[in-house]
């Protein structure tokens, strides 16, 4: 009997090492798959970004008189897809900043359906050079994207003298294109 008693025992108490031990791994795996699931919104949030600003355009044109001040400007070409208006605002902020800090920044978060998941955010820079850099970030998971510009003629620091409404100006044209850019995790 007493050695029945001890077999009984011996197996109470190895039930409950390895009930420990399936819990704690069930705690883990949970973590886990939180994490999965915050790292795989970032990472598709920023491969969205990028295809979406790859290849877009802009072209932007400005005529001045010659004291400096703005007779017209406008648009040859603007972005299409559905950073339109994100590009846009950043680009004119940089191209009537010229010459100043005209370094633009804009954050917005990005709508997750999964409630499991935290809040993803979205910081976009743009600097005077018109490079793109999107930092995309959920919980402890972040992603980096930096998309150059290629500016592809005028530059916006010279310009062509032109006659408007008989007064001589000069146009300032700026037309770039924004690449495919490389997409960093931390």
């Known amino acids: ?44 949030a920023v491969r969205l970004l990028q295809e979406e600003i790859q290849g877009e355009k802009y072209s932007r044109y400005s005529i001045s008189s010659m004291s400096g001040s703005i007779l017209e400007s406008g648009y040859y070409e603007q972005p299409q897809g ?3 208006n994100f590009l846009k605002k950043a680009a004119d902020y940089v191209y009537d900043a010229r010459g100043s800090s005209g370094t633009y920044r804009g954050e917005w978060k990005i709508r997750v359906p999964d409630s499991s998941i935290e809040e993803v955010t979205a910081v976009m820079t743009m ?49 770039l294109i924004w690449t495919k850019g490389e997409i960093t995790k931390s």
Do not use: F, Q
């Open 1 to 44: 009997m007493l050695i029945a008693l001890l077999l009984l025992l011996m197996c109470a108490v190895v039930g409950a090492v390895v009930l420990t031990a399936a819990t704690a791994s069930t705690g883990r795996l949970a973590g886990l798959k939180s994490g999965e699931k915050e790292y795989y919104a970032v990472s598709s």
């Open 82 to 84: 559905d950073m339109k």
């Open 127 to 175: 600097n005077a050079s018109y490079d793109i850099t999107i930092t995309v970030s959920s919980g402890d998971v972040i992603c980096t994207l930096k998309i150059p510009a290629v500016i592809m003629t005028g530059g916006g620091t010279t310009g062509e003298e032109i006659l408007i409404n008989g007064d001589r100006g000069i146009r300032h044209t700026l037309t």
